[in-house]
């Protein structure tokens, strides 16, 4: 059974930085293509980055510069750094896996990532 | 950035009713489309992919149509638990973007 597990969420200043972990069970996070996507409190989704099976990697212009994805083969574990927080980044933050590079297939139960003086 | 733009933003419908959601792209998306099923309190969960293509374990009241930059959700025969929000998205280039969500409510 496939599973994603979200940690690291939390309170954090404007200006502040916090790294998102996402343990991946039931598939291989190397082999397949690893996406963040984001909803502010009340709000729709909004798509934050991907790394694709090659490493590439692309991201939402309203994080570019700030945030970084990577993953850990060894554990198995995906990562979203997060640089520079403002307060329009406060979100539950998804990790989500997929056979592709279009559609989300294996959805984690999200973190909230809050953004506040 | 491709916009998506669902239709409505909500509706009312009772158990056994069939609903229509729609979704219009702000170019054409070929076949790049998906829509998810958003409980409160839970993560999106991937229904239909490629326009019309249902997931394994989706049931087959769920139905999606379309092409290019017109789509269209449809539930036959609502059932409890399909009361929730469902968000189109395309994936024919990035940024990667969602429909603003439609909360399909009980009547």
């Known amino acids: 059974e496939v599973q994603l597990v979200e940690t690291g969420g939390g309170l954090i200043q404007p200006g502040g930085s916090l790294r998102l972990s996402c343990a991946a069970s039931?598939?291989?996070?190397?082999?397949?293509?690893m996406t963040w996507v984001r909803q502010a409190p009340g709000k729709g989704l909004e798509w934050v980055s991907i790394i694709y099976s090659d490493g590439r990697t692309y991201f939402a212009d309203s994080v570019k510069g700030r945030f970084t994805i990577s993953r850990d083969n060894s554990k198995n574990t995906l990562y979203l750094q997060m640089n520079s927080l403002r307060a329009e980044d406060t979100a539950v933050y998804y990790c989500?896996?997929?056979?592709?590079?279009?559609?989300?297939?294996?959805w984690g139960q999200g973190t909230l990532v809050t953004v506040s003086s | 950035d491709i916009q998506m733009t669902q239709s409505p933003s909500s509706v009312s419908a009772s158990v056994g009713d069939r609903v229509t959601i729609t979704c219009r792209a702000s170019q054409d998306i070929s076949n790049r489309l998906a829509w998810y099923q958003q409980r409160p309190g839970k993560a999106p969960k991937l229904l239909i992919y490629s326009i019309s293509s249902l997931l394994s374990g989706v049931p087959s009241r769920f139905s999606g149509s379309g092409s290019g930059t017109d789509f269209t959700l449809t539930i036959s025969g609502l059932q409890p638990e399909d009361f929730a929000t469902y968000y189109c998205q395309q994936a024919n280039s990035f940024p990667r973007t969602f429909g603003q969500g439609t909360k399909l409510e009980i009547k």
């Open positions: 989500v896996g997929a056979p592709n590079a279009y559609f989300f297939d294996y």
């Open positions: 039931g598939f291989t996070v190397s082999s397949e293509y």
